[in-house]
T-cell receptor, first 117, second 113 residues
Framework: DTAVSQTPKYLVTQMGNDKSIKCEQN?????MYWYKQDSKKFLKIMFS???????INETVPNRFSPKSPDKAHLNLHINSLELGDSAVYFC????????????????FGPGTRLTVL | AQSVTQLGSHVSVSEGALVLLRCNYS??????LFWYVQYPNQGLQLLLK??????LVKGINGFEAEFKKSETSFHLTKPSAHMSDAAEYFC???????????FGTGTRLQVFP
């Protein structure tokens, strides 16, 4: 059973389009994350949700909007896609947040490679 | 703000040789440190983590790391490299005053036969 799954695995689209990436975790975790990995492999957090509540919102263009319908799902919607959005997007989850979860392992999904043409 | 620096974006070793991947941290408060591995076209997987319980931490696949406060380091080592160790390795830091895991820029390990 896949712990953290993402769909789609690959996404190729034109500039200006709107697209979504879905993430699901079956670990029973309370906290989920979206990371962006650029072409140089640099990994940076974008958002974090805990029990459907947004707790981290990094300096990300407001074209990016996360949505968490329940604590097992965290989707990422991107409006008006730009060339610079091309990257690999990783979803992750962990059991706890804050001080209680400071040493928690984050479990990563396989990634979604987004290519904007 | 806390950060980690990984010296050497690429490290090449022969199979059977010692693996040493360097990570130095910067933090004004006690850090918690992690090493993650990313195999080609996969997500990240935890190798080991320092939680202040012990300075020498053993992880999966024969890797270990030692927390040295005096050197602000958390270098990753493995006595004998295997071909299957070829991957990207990320050091990361987290502190009690943030929910964020801050990653280094990664080190690509190549293993030659």
């Amino acid at each position: 059973d896949t712990a953290v799954s993402q769909t789609p695995k690959y996404l190729v689209t034109q500039m200006g389009n709107d697209k979504s990436i879905k993430c699901e975790q079956n670990l029973g975790h309370d906290t989920m994350y979206w990371y962006k990995q650029d072409s140089k492999k640099f990994l940076k957090i974008m958002f974090s949700y805990n029990n459907k509540e947004l707790i981290i919102n990094e300096t990300v263009p407001n074209r990016f909007s996360p949505k968490s319908p329940d604590k097992a799902h965290l989707n990422l919607h991107i409006n008006s896609l730009e060339l610079g959005d091309s990257a690999v997007y990783f979803c992750a989850s962990s059991q706890l947040r804050g001080l209680a979860g400071i040493t928690d392992t984050q479990y990563f999904g396989p990634g979604t490679r987004l290519t904007v043409l | 703000a806390q950060s980690v620096t990984q010296l050497g974006s690429h490290v090449s070793v022969s199979e059977g040789a010692l693996v040493l991947l360097r990570c130095n941290y910067s933090s004004s408060v006690p850090p918690y440190l992690f090493w993650y591995v990313q195999y080609p076209n996969q997500g990240l997987q935890l190798l080991l983590k320092y939680t202040s319980a012990a300075t020498l931490v053993k992880g999966i696949n024969g890797f270990e790391a030692e927390f040295k406060k005096s050197e602000t380091s958390f270098h990753l080592t493995k006595p004998s490299a295997h071909m299957s160790d070829a991957a990207e390795y990320f050091c990361a830091v987290r502190t009690y005053n943030t929910d964020k895991l801050i990653f280094g820029t990664g080190t690509r390990l190549q293993v030659f036969p």
